[in-house]
């Protein structure tokens, strides 16, 4: 198994442009996690999914952030127009069902920096 | 409500030398609580679990023992080595809800 698969590693962007992470979660996983880290506030989630309807957005720091889940095998999150403040690493993670006995298994992480 | 307490760092430890993190927690519900590591420029990865009170979780050398009487989860090690440098987060999940995580602990081994 690959594993969680996050694209891209890391994104280097400009203030105000369009930013799109994307998430693969492993097969067979029902919930999907989007996760923000920085030095200042730490793990932070930002929103998650179960079998593709999100079911906590309140970690959502803002109207400019979104995220979707279109199908299964896929999740992206996007931050339009992107702030300086944002730049962080963005951790994906799902977990199998019977949420609770089981861990959660993270991508490796996607770098953003904004300028 | 759900949360987890976890003790700040940086620590700092000649290598073999023995290694606690405390771990404590508030649940609604009867969490599973866990033990995650993250090595510089890498996601988190699970250390060990345990899923009942008493329960003791190990892998690597480390161990953990759920403690439901004093709601505790501490991480413990023998001999730490200049490997085991990372930093080291304590989480719980109540089924069918989120993981929750501590503020993270980073350990420094030094030869």
């Known amino acids: 198994d690959a594993g969680v698969i996050q694209s891209p590693r890391h994104e280097v962007t400009e203030m105000g442009q369009e930013v799109t992470l994307r998430c693969k979660p492993i097969?067979?996983?029902?919930?999907l996690f989007w996760y923000r880290q920085t030095m200042m506030r730490g793990l932070e989630l930002l929103i998650y999914f179960n079998n593709n309807v999100p079911i906590d957005d309140s970690g959502m720091p803002e109207d400019r952030f979104s995220a979707k889940m279109p199908n299964a095998s896929f999740s992206t999150l996007k931050i339009q127009p992107s702030e300086p403040r944002d730049s962080a690493v963005y951790f994906c993670?799902?977990?199998?069902?019977?949420?609770?006995?089981?861990?959660?298994?993270f991508g490796q992480g996607t770098r953003l920096t904004v300028v | 409500g759900n949360s987890v307490t976890q003790m700040e760092g940086p620590v700092t430890l000649s290598e073999e030398a023995f290694l606690t993190i405390n771990c404590t927690y508030t649940a609604t519900g009867y969490p599973s609580l866990f033990w995650y590591v993250q090595y510089p420029g890498e996601g988190l990865q699970l250390l060990l679990k345990a899923t009942k009170a008493d329960d003791k979780g190990s892998n690597k050398g480390f161990e953990a023992t759920y403690r439901k009487e004093t709601t505790s989860f501490h991480l413990e090690k023998g001999s730490v080595q200049v490997s085991d440098s990372a930093v080291y987060f304590c989480?719980?999940?109540?089924?069918?809800?989120?993981?929750?995580f501590g503020t993270g602990t980073s350990l420094t081994v030094i030869p």
């Open positions: 097969s067979g996983h029902d919930y």
């Open positions: 993670a799902s977990s199998p069902p019977r949420l609770g006995d089981t861990e959660a298994f």
């Open positions: 989480a719980l999940s109540v089924r069918g809800n989120q993981f929750y």
